[in-house]
C-alpha cells in the first residue's frame, strides 16, 4: 500500500458513506411521506367520486324524470366520463344485478348480480352504488360508477419520478462537493508535499508550499515550509559571512576563506537554494482540479437545453421573413460557432493569462450571457447573447482542456482524460433534467437567471480551487502562431477520420438533441420534465460510457470497430425514431444513441494522438485536442441548421429518417476506408508520441 | 469533513422533505380543484337545462351551496372568463356559463373553502419535520463514528510524518529509517530527511569556520 492508495480508499470510503446515507436518507423520508400521502389522500379521491357519483345520480334523475330512457342515459355516461377524468366506468344495473346499461371499461369481476351490491372494489376498480328511481314501474334501479383504485397511485408513482430525477441530482452534486473538498483539503495539498520532498531529496530547496487552510494538515505543511526557509535562510546567512571574510586580509582568514568556500562549493554543487533566501511557491496542480468548476459550468448551459428551442419561438424574430424553424436554428448555431471559434483561438490567451484568471474572465462573461439571455426581448438581443454565452462555454471548455492535457502524460492519456470527460457529461446530463424539472414551475427567463447563479458560484469555485500562480509565472512569453497544425489536413487518414467520423456524430448530436427532440417531443404533448428526462438518458449513456470505452479502446487498441458500430446503431435506433410515440420507448431509442455516439466518441478520443500525429508532436496535445474540437464543432454548427432546413421542407419525422440514413452512410464510409487503409500507419508506430508534461 | 457531510445530509434532508411536501401539496390541491371542478360542471349543465327560467337558476345554485357547505360562495358574471386561483385558503374557480344553444352568457365565480386542505398541509409539515429531525439525529451520530473510523490511519500517519518533520527541524537524529518504512513514499521521505540533515550538518559546520574566524 502507497500513500496514494490510502488517499484514494479513504476518498472511495467517504464517496461511499455519503452516497449510502444520502440514499438512505431519501429512502426514508421518501417512503415515510408516501405511506402518509397514501392514507391521507385517498379518502379524499374517495370523496371526490362520491360527489362525482351523486351529482350524477341527481342529473339522472332530474333529466330523464322517472323513464329510463337509453339513448339519453347514454349521452349523459358519455359525457360524464370525458369531463370527469377520475371516473372510467358508468353502469345501471336491475334490482336483480342484471346490466341495463353501460359505458366504460368494465371492471373484471363484474356480472356476478347481486354480489356486485354489496362490494366497493372490484377488480382494479373502486365502485360506488347508488338507487335510481327509473323505468315504466319506478322500481329501483342501480347506478354504478367506478374509478381507477390506481389512479391516485400513478399520481404518486409520477411525482415519485420527479422526485428520483431531483434526487439524482443532488446526490451527484453532493458527491461532487465532497470530491472537491477532499481535493483542496486532503489530496492536493499532500501531494504536493510529497512532491516537494521528492524535489528537497533531490537537492532542489527553491520551493515551498502555499500556506493551507485550518486543516489536519496546516500543521505539516507548516513545519516542512520552516524547514525549508531555514536552509535557505542559513545559507544566505553563509554567504553573507564568507563575503565578511573576504574583506578581512589576515593569514587565519585566507585559510578559513579556503575551507568556507570549500564548503560552499560542496553545498552548491549537491543542492540548489533559492535565490535571496525566499522559496518560491510550488502550485500542487492535478488534473481534477478543474472539475468542479467544469462541472458547475456545463451544468448551468445545460439548464436550459430542454427548452431552448421553445424559448427562442417565444421572443419576436424580427428578422424579414424567416421561418420561425430556422429562427430557432440559428442563436443555438451561433452560440456553438462562438464557442468553437473560442475553442480555437484561446491559446495565446491561455499562455498570458493562466487558467485561473481565464476561469474566471469565462464564467463572468457566461454570467453576463445568461442574464442578457432573460431579459432579452428582441431576435437580435437573442442571437448576441448567445454569441457571448458561446464565447464564454469556448473559452471554459478550452482552458479546462487545456488544463487537463498539460498535466496528462501518454501513459494515462484516457484516465486523464476522464477528469475533463466526466464533469463535462455529467454536467450536461444532470443540467439538461434539473432544466426541465426547473422550466416546468419557473418561466424560462428565470431558468437562466439561475444558470447564470450557478456560474456565479463557479467563479468563487474558480478563486478557491485553483491556486494564483507566483508572479515570475504571470509574465509569460509572447505567444506565437503555430501553423503546423494545417499539416494534418493534407493527411488523407486525418481527413476522412474528421469527415466520416467526428463531424457527423457532433452533427447527429446538435440536430436530435439540441433541436429536434425537444420540439418533437413538446408537438407529442411531452412536457418540459419529460424532455429533459429523455435528454438525460443520452446523457446517461455518453456520461459513464465514453470514459470506460476510452479506457478499453486505448487499452486493445480498438477504434474502427466501434465506430463502426457506433454509426450502425445510431442511424438505426434513429431510423425508428419516428415510428414511437410512447414515452417509454422514445427514451429507450434516445438511450440507444447515446450508446451509439458513445461507441463512436470514445475510441475516437483515444486515436487522436496517433491520427493528428503532427499536431501532437509539434503543438502539445492541447493544441491537438483543440483541432478536433474545431473540427467536429463544423458539424455541431451545422447540426441545427441542418435540421432546421430539412424540418421546414419535410417534417420532423421525414428529418430524423435522412439524418439517420447520413449516419449510415457515414459509417460505412469509414468502416470501409480504415478497413484497408490502417488507422494508424506502420511508421508512426513505430515513432514514439511526444513527451508530454508529467503530471505531477 | 464530518461537518461538511453534516451539512451535506441536512441539505439533502431539507430538500428531500421540501419536494416530498411539493409533491402532495400538488395532489392535494389537484384533488381540491377536481372537486371544485366536478361541481362546476353540474353547475354549468344545470344551468344551461335551466337558463330559460332564472329563478330555477337561482333555486339550484342555493341548493348545490346548502347540499355543499365549502361552497362560500357562487356568483353569476357577464364577463366570460376561465380561471382558478388560491388565495387566503379559498380557492377561486371562475367557468364559462352557456345557453341550451350553446352561446356563452356569462360565467360562474365559485369560492370553494380550502381550510380542510391547509389543516391537512400542517398535518403533514409536522409529520416531515419529525421524520426529517430524527433521521438527521441518526445520521448525524453513524456520519461522526464512520468518518473517525475511516480517517483515524490518514490521520495516525499524518501525526507521525508530522513528529518526524519536526525532528528533522530540530535536527535531531531521525526517526524514519530503513526499518520503518512501508511505503514508497516513505523511500523519497527517506531522501529528503537525508539532504536535510545533510544540509543542515554542512550549513553548520561551514558555519563554525566563519564564525570562529569573525571572533578572532
Same mark, same amino acid.
Given at each position: 500500500?502507497?500513500?496514494?492508495?490510502?488517499?484514494?480508499?479513504?476518498?472511495?470510503?467517504?464517496?461511499?458513506?455519503?452516497?449510502?446515507?444520502?440514499?438512505?436518507?431519501?429512502?426514508?423520508?421518501?417512503?415515510?411521506?408516501?405511506?402518509?400521502?397514501?392514507?391521507?389522500? &385517498?379518502?379524499?379521491? #374517495?370523496?371526490?367520486?362520491?360527489?362525482?357519483?351523486?351529482?350524477?345520480?341527481?342529473?339522472?334523475? /332530474?333529466?330523464?324524470?322517472?323513464?329510463?330512457?337509453?339513448?339519453?342515459?347514454?349521452?349523459?355516461?358519455?359525457?360524464?366520463?370525458?369531463? #370527469?377524468?377520475?371516473?372510467?366506468?358508468?353502469?345501471?344495473?336491475?334490482?336483480?344485478?342484471?346490466?341495463?346499461?353501460?359505458?366504460?371499461?368494465?371492471?373484471?369481476?363484474?356480472? %356476478?348480480?347481486?354480489?356486485?351490491?354489496?362490494?366497493?372494489?372490484?377488480?382494479?376498480?373502486?365502485?360506488?352504488?347508488?338507487?335510481? /328511481?327509473?323505468?315504466?314501474?319506478?322500481?329501483?334501479?342501480?347506478?354504478?360508477?367506478?374509478?381507477?383504485?390506481?389512479?391516485?397511485?400513478?399520481?404518486?408513482?409520477?411525482?415519485?419520478?420527479?422526485?428520483?430525477?431531483?434526487?439524482?441530482?443532488?446526490?451527484?452534486?453532493?458527491? %461532487?462537493?465532497?470530491?472537491?473538498?477532499?481535493?483542496?483539503?486532503?489530496?492536493?495539498?499532500?501531494?504536493?508535499?510529497?512532491?516537494?520532498?521528492?524535489?528537497?531529496?533531490?537537492?532542489?530547496?527553491?520551493?515551498?508550499?502555499?500556506?493551507?487552510?485550518?486543516?489536519?494538515?496546516?500543521?505539516?505543511?507548516?513545519?516542512?515550509?520552516?524547514?525549508?526557509?531555514?536552509?535557505?535562510?542559513?545559507?544566505?546567512?553563509?554567504?553573507?559571512?564568507?563575503?565578511?571574510?573576504?574583506?578581512?586580509?589576515?593569514?587565519?582568514? %585566507?585559510?578559513?576563506?579556503?575551507?568556507?568556500?570549500?564548503?560552499?562549493?560542496?553545498?552548491?554543487?549537491?543542492?540548489?537554494?533559492?535565490?535571496?533566501?525566499?522559496?518560491?511557491?510550488?502550485?500542487? &496542480?492535478?488534473?481534477?482540479?478543474?472539475?468542479?468548476?467544469?462541472?458547475?459550468?456545463?451544468?448551468?448551459?445545460?439548464?436550459?437545453?430542454?427548452?431552448?428551442?421553445?424559448?427562442?419561438?417565444?421572443?419576436?424574430?424580427?428578422?424579414?421573413?424567416?421561418?420561425?424553424?430556422?429562427?430557432?436554428?440559428?442563436?443555438?448555431?451561433?452560440?456553438?460557432?462562438?464557442?468553437?471559434?473560442?475553442?480555437?483561438?484561446?491559446?495565446?490567451?491561455?499562455? &498570458?493569462?493562466?487558467?485561473?484568471?481565464?476561469?474566471?474572465?469565462?464564467?463572468?462573461?457566461?454570467?453576463?450571457?445568461?442574464?442578457?439571455?432573460?431579459?432579452?426581448?428582441?431576435?437580435?438581443?437573442?442571437?448576441?447573447?448567445?454569441?457571448?454565452?458561446?464565447?464564454?462555454?469556448?473559452?471554459?471548455?478550452?482552458?479546462?482542456?487545456?488544463?487537463?492535457?498539460?498535466?496528462?502524460?501518454?501513459?494515462?492519456?484516457?484516465?486523464?482524460?476522464?477528469?475533463?470527460?466526466?464533469?463535462? /457529461?455529467?454536467?450536461?446530463?444532470?443540467?439538461?433534467?434539473?432544466?426541465?424539472?426547473?422550466?416546468?414551475?419557473?418561466?424560462?427567463?428565470?431558468?437562466?437567471?439561475?444558470?447564470?447563479?450557478?456560474?456565479?458560484?463557479?467563479?468563487?469555485?474558480?478563486?478557491?480551487?485553483?491556486?494564483?500562480?507566483?508572479?515570475?509565472?504571470?509574465?509569460?512569453?509572447?505567444?506565437?502562431?503555430?501553423?503546423?497544425?494545417?499539416?494534418?489536413?493534407?493527411?488523407?487518414?486525418?481527413?476522412?477520420?474528421?469527415?466520416?467520423?467526428?463531424?457527423?456524430?457532433?452533427?447527429?448530436?446538435?440536430?436530435?438533441?439540441?433541436?429536434?427532440?425537444?420540439?418533437?417531443?413538446?408537438?407529442?404533448?411531452?412536457?418540459?420534465?419529460?424532455?429533459?428526462?429523455?435528454?438525460?438518458?443520452?446523457?446517461?449513456?455518453?456520461?459513464?460510457?465514453?470514459?470506460?470505452?476510452?479506457?478499453?479502446?486505448?487499452?486493445?487498441?480498438?477504434?474502427?470497430?466501434?465506430?463502426?458500430?457506433?454509426?450502425?446503431?445510431?442511424?438505426?435506433?434513429?431510423?425508428?425514431?419516428?415510428?414511437?410515440?410512447?414515452?417509454?420507448?422514445?427514451?429507450?431509442?434516445?438511450?440507444?444513441?447515446?450508446?451509439?455516439?458513445?461507441?463512436?466518441?470514445?475510441?475516437?478520443? /483515444?486515436?487522436?494522438?496517433?491520427?493528428?500525429?503532427?499536431?501532437?508532436?509539434?503543438?502539445?496535445?492541447?493544441?491537438?485536442?483543440?483541432?478536433?474540437?474545431?473540427?467536429?464543432?463544423?458539424?455541431?454548427?451545422?447540426?441545427?441548421?441542418?435540421?432546421?432546413?430539412?424540418?421546414?421542407?419535410?417534417?420532423?419525422? %421525414?428529418?430524423?429518417?435522412?439524418?439517420?440514413?447520413?449516419?449510415?452512410?457515414?459509417?460505412?464510409?469509414?468502416?470501409?476506408?480504415?478497413?484497408?487503409?490502417?488507422?494508424?500507419?506502420?511508421?508512426?508506430?513505430?515513432?514514439?508520441?511526444?513527451?508530454?508534461?508529467?503530471?505531477? | 469533513?464530518?461537518?461538511?457531510?453534516?451539512?451535506?445530509?441536512?441539505?439533502?434532508?431539507?430538500?428531500?422533505?421540501?419536494?416530498?411536501?411539493?409533491?402532495?401539496?400538488?395532489?392535494?390541491?389537484?384533488?381540491?380543484?377536481?372537486?371544485?371542478?366536478?361541481?362546476?360542471?353540474?353547475?354549468?349543465?344545470?344551468?344551461?337545462?335551466?337558463?330559460?327560467?332564472?329563478?330555477?337558476?337561482?333555486?339550484?345554485?342555493?341548493?348545490?351551496?346548502?347540499?355543499?357547505?365549502?361552497?362560500?360562495?357562487? @356568483?353569476?358574471?357577464?364577463?366570460?372568463?376561465?380561471?382558478? !386561483?388560491?388565495?387566503?385558503?379559498?380557492?377561486?374557480?371562475?367557468?364559462?356559463?352557456?345557453?341550451?344553444?350553446?352561446?356563452?352568457?356569462?360565467?360562474?365565480?365559485?369560492?370553494?373553502?380550502?381550510?380542510?386542505?391547509?389543516?391537512?398541509?400542517?398535518?403533514?409539515?409536522?409529520?416531515?419535520?419529525?421524520?426529517?429531525?430524527?433521521?438527521?439525529?441518526?445520521?448525524?451520530?453513524?456520519?461522526?463514528?464512520?468518518?473517525?473510523?475511516?480517517?483515524?490511519?490518514?490521520?495516525?500517519?499524518?501525526?507521525?510524518?508530522? @513528529?518526524?518533520?519536526?525532528?528533522?527541524?530540530?535536527?535531531?537524529?531521525?526517526?524514519?529509517?530503513?526499518?520503518?518504512?512501508?511505503?514508497?513514499?516513505?523511500?523519497?521521505?527517506?531522501?529528503?530527511?537525508?539532504?536535510?540533515?545533510?544540509?543542515?550538518?554542512?550549513?553548520? !559546520?561551514?558555519?563554525?569556520?566563519?564564525?570562529? @574566524?569573525?571572533?578572532?
Amino acid at each position: 500500500m502507497t500513500m496514494r492508495s490510502m488517499i484514494t480508499t479513504l476518498q472511495r470510503q467517504l464517496l461511499v458513506l455519503l452516497i449510502i446515507f444520502i440514499s438512505g436518507i431519501l429512502g426514508v423520508i421518501t417512503v415515510q411521506s408516501l405511506s402518509f400521502d397514501e392514507t391521507d389522500l &385517498r379518502p379524499q379521491f #374517495e370523496a371526490n367520486l362520491d360527489v362525482a357519483a351523486d351529482l350524477l345520480k341527481s342529473k339522472l334523475q /332530474s333529466q330523464l324524470e322517472g323513464d329510463l330512457l337509453p339513448k339519453q342515459v347514454s349521452g349523459l355516461f358519455r359525457d360524464t366520463l370525458q369531463i #370527469e377524468k377520475e371516473i372510467i366506468y358508468l353502469a345501471v344495473i336491475d334490482k336483480a344485478g342484471k346490466l341495463v346499461i353501460e359505458s366504460g371499461l368494465r371492471p373484471a369481476g363484474l356480472g %356476478e348480480g347481486k354480489q356486485i351490491l354489496s362490494k366497493h372494489h372490484v377488480g382494479e376498480q373502486v365502485i360506488r352504488t347508488l338507487t335510481l /328511481s327509473l323505468g315504466p314501474n319506478m322500481t329501483d334501479m342501480r347506478l354504478l360508477v367506478g374509478a381507477g383504485k390506481n389512479q391516485l397511485g400513478d399520481h404518486i408513482h409520477e411525482r415519485i419520478m420527479f422526485l428520483l430525477a431531483a434526487l439524482l441530482i443532488l446526490l451527484w452534486v453532493s458527491v %461532487e462537493i465532497v470530491r472537491f473538498l477532499f481535493s483542496i483539503s486532503v489530496k492536493n495539498p499532500l501531494a504536493g508535499a510529497w512532491g516537494l520532498m521528492g524535489r528537497i531529496g533531490a537537492g532542489d530547496f527553491r520551493g515551498r508550499l502555499a500556506p493551507t487552510s485550518e486543516t489536519v494538515l496546516s500543521p505539516f505543511i507548516h513545519t516542512l515550509n520552516k524547514i525549508i526557509a531555514r536552509v535557505n535562510n542559513h545559507f544566505v546567512y553563509m554567504e553573507t559571512l564568507a563575503g565578511n571574510l573576504e574583506e578581512q586580509n589576515t593569514a587565519t582568514s %585566507e585559510q578559513t576563506k579556503k575551507r568556507l568556500g570549500a564548503h560552499l562549493s560542496q553545498l552548491l554543487n549537491r543542492f540548489h537554494f533559492a535565490e535571496g533566501g525566499t522559496a518560491q511557491v510550488m502550485l500542487a &496542480r492535478a488534473p481534477e482540479d478543474t472539475r468542479a468548476v467544469l462541472f458547475l459550468f456545463v451544468f448551468a448551459e445545460a439548464l436550459t437545453r430542454s427548452f431552448f428551442p421553445q424559448f427562442a419561438a417565444s421572443i419576436p424574430a424580427e428578422f424579414v421573413e424567416l421561418p420561425v424553424d430556422m429562427f430557432i436554428a440559428l442563436p443555438i448555431s451561433l452560440f456553438l460557432l462562438s464557442s468553437v471559434l473560442m475553442m480555437a483561438f484561446s491559446e495565446p490567451l491561455h499562455t &498570458r493569462l493562466g487558467p485561473r484568471q481565464l476561469l474566471i474572465i469565462g464564467a463572468l462573461i457566461s454570467v453576463v450571457g445568461f442574464i442578457g439571455t432573460a431579459f432579452t426581448e428582441s431576435g437580435f438581443g437573442l442571437m448576441a447573447w448567445r454569441g457571448l454565452s458561446g464565447i464564454a462555454y469556448g473559452v471554459i471548455i478550452a482552458t479546462c482542456q487545456a488544463y487537463v492535457a498539460r498535466l496528462t502524460s501518454e501513459d494515462d492519456w484516457a484516465e486523464g482524460l476522464c477528469a475533463f470527460l466526466m464533469p463535462l /457529461s455529467i454536467g450536461a446530463l444532470l443540467g439538461v433534467s434539473m432544466g426541465g424539472i426547473l422550466a416546468e414551475h419557473l418561466p424560462f427567463d428565470q431558468v437562466f437567471l439561475v444558470s447564470a447563479a450557478i456560474s456565479l458560484i463557479g467563479v468563487l469555485f474558480c478563486f478557491v480551487s485553483l491556486e494564483k500562480p507566483p508572479e515570475q509565472l504571470e509574465s509569460s512569453p509572447p505567444h506565437r502562431m503555430n501553423f503546423s497544425w494545417m499539416s494534418d489536413f493534407t493527411n488523407l487518414r486525418f481527413l476522412m477520420f474528421m469527415t466520416f467520423g467526428a463531424i457527423p456524430t457532433r452533427l447527429m448530436m446538435t440536430a436530435i438533441l439540441l433541436y429536434l427532440t425537444p420540439l418533437y417531443l413538446s408537438g407529442s404533448g411531452f412536457g418540459f420534465p419529460a424532455i429533459g428526462a429523455v435528454l438525460m438518458v443520452y446523457f446517461l449513456f455518453t456520461a459513464f460510457g465514453t470514459p470506460l470505452l476510452a479506457r478499453l479502446a486505448d487499452k486493445y487498441n480498438l477504434q474502427v470497430l466501434p465506430v463502426f458500430a457506433g454509426g450502425l446503431i445510431s442511424g438505426a435506433v434513429m431510423l425508428s425514431l419516428g415510428q414511437w410515440q410512447n414515452g417509454l420507448t422514445l427514451t429507450i431509442v434516445i438511450g440507444f444513441l447515446g450508446i451509439g455516439h458513445t461507441l463512436i466518441n470514445a475510441p475516437l478520443i /483515444s486515436a487522436l494522438p496517433k491520427i493528428s500525429g503532427v499536431t501532437f508532436q509539434s503543438s502539445g496535445p492541447s493544441a491537438g485536442l483543440s483541432l478536433y474540437r474545431v473540427c467536429e464543432g463544423v458539424g455541431a454548427i451545422a447540426g441545427p441548421i441542418v435540421a432546421a432546413v430539412l424540418s421546414m421542407r419535410f417534417g420532423y419525422a %421525414e428529418t430524423i429518417f435522412y439524418l439517420a440514413c447520413f449516419s449510415l452512410v457515414s459509417a460505412f464510409v469509414f468502416g470501409g476506408y480504415f478497413l484497408f487503409a490502417k488507422l494508424v500507419p506502420e511508421a508512426a508506430v513505430q515513432d514514439p508520441l511526444p513527451n508530454s508534461p508529467p503530471s505531477h | 469533513m464530518a461537518i461538511t457531510f453534516t451539512l451535506l445530509l441536512g441539505m439533502v434532508i431539507a430538500i428531500s422533505s421540501f419536494l416530498n411536501y411539493h409533491a402532495y401539496r400538488t395532489t392535494l390541491y389537484a384533488l381540491g380543484e377536481a372537486r371544485v371542478q366536478t361541481l362546476a360542471s353540474d353547475l354549468q349543465w344545470s344551468l344551461r337545462q335551466l337558463s330559460t327560467t332564472p329563478d330555477s337558476a337561482h333555486d339550484k345554485i342555493t341548493e348545490v351551496k346548502s347540499r355543499y357547505p365549502r361552497i362560500l360562495s357562487i @356568483e353569476q358574471l357577464l364577463s366570460a372568463t376561465t380561471k382558478t !386561483e388560491v388565495s387566503n385558503d379559498i380557492m377561486i374557480m371562475t367557468v364559462p356559463q352557456t345557453h341550451a344553444s350553446g352561446e356563452i352568457v356569462g360565467a360562474l365565480k365559485i369560492r370553494y373553502a380550502m381550510s380542510d386542505e391547509k389543516n391537512r398541509l400542517s398535518t403533514k409539515l409536522d409529520s416531515l419535520i419529525k421524520t426529517a429531525l430524527i433521521v438527521f439525529a441518526i445520521a448525524s451520530c453513524l456520519v461522526a463514528i464512520a468518518i473517525f473510523q475511516f480517517y483515524r490511519p490518514f490521520i495516525k500517519f499524518v501525526l507521525r510524518s508530522r @513528529e518526524s518533520l519536526q525532528l528533522v527541524e530540530a535536527e535531531t537524529p531521525p526517526s524514519f529509517d530503513d526499518q520503518n518504512i512501508r511505503w514508497q513514499e516513505e523511500v523519497d521521505y527517506l531522501a529528503f530527511q537525508t539532504q536535510a540533515q545533510t544540509v543542515f550538518a554542512v550549513l553548520h !559546520e561551514a558555519e563554525d569556520y566563519g564564525l570562529s @574566524e569573525e571572533s578572532e
